[in-house]
């Protein structure tokens, strides 16, 4: 952590080498996240870059008092969120499994990767189906690991938001991966 704060201090006075040091730190998990609600490897790394840009255009205004990661990782899913808006065009990963594997799965036995990969890649193919927002509200929780009040301070909106837009990824996702479950 103060390897974070030194490279704040460092680029608020003008040393670039503090946003290196910050891009080396954070970059991979940001455009994981991006990845994960866009579904696009080359929109992800664009939308980190720009916001690593903003960043250090307006670094003067951050707060060093407060954590910066969850500070960059909002910025990445509201950036990612309004890319998706824009286009309104997301790519599958249906075409890249290496990738989905190399993001979703770690070290482990090949019974357990093949049991992984699979899951994976159907767990994978559910998010595809869903909204930009409510693939954000999926990562921001299980990926990013936020408590609902968390989610509910950063992205400044009602607490009873937040449960309802959970509900409905996660009712959405059953849907779609368990289709015969939901006709009953």
């Not at 910050?22 to 866009?38: D, G, S």
């Not at 950036?79 to 890249?96: C, F, I, P, Q, V």
């Not at 049991?115 to 994976?120: K, S």
């Amino acid at each position: 952590m103060d390897e974070t704060k030194t490279a704040i201090r460092r680029l608020k006075a003008g040393d670039l080498g503090g946003l290196q040091t910050l891009v080396e730190q954070h970059q991979v998990r940001a455009v994981r996240t991006a990845f994960l609600i866009l579904q696009d490897e080359a929109a992800a790394q664009d939308v980190v870059q720009d916001v690593f840009l903003k960043l250090y255009r307006n670094i003067r205004h951050f707060d060093e008092a407060r954590p910066f990661e969850p500070y960059l990782l909002k910025s990445v899913v509201h950036a990612a969120l309004n890319l998706a808006r824009r286009d309104r065009k997301l790519t599958s990963l249906e075409g890249n499994p290496a990738l989905a594997e190399q993001l979703l799965t770690g070290d482990a036995s090949p019974e357990s990767l093949a049991e992984a990969r699979a899951r994976a890649d159907e767990i994978l193919s559910a998010l595809a189906q869903l909204s930009p927002r409510q693939r954000a509200t999926i990562v921001q929780r299980y990926y990013l690991e936020m408590g609902e009040k968390e989610m509910s301070e950063r992205l400044d909106v009602a607490p009873g938001t937040v449960k309802w837009l959970l509900n409905a990824a996660r009712a959405r996702l059953r849907n779609i991966l368990n289709p015969e479950r939901s006709s009953q």
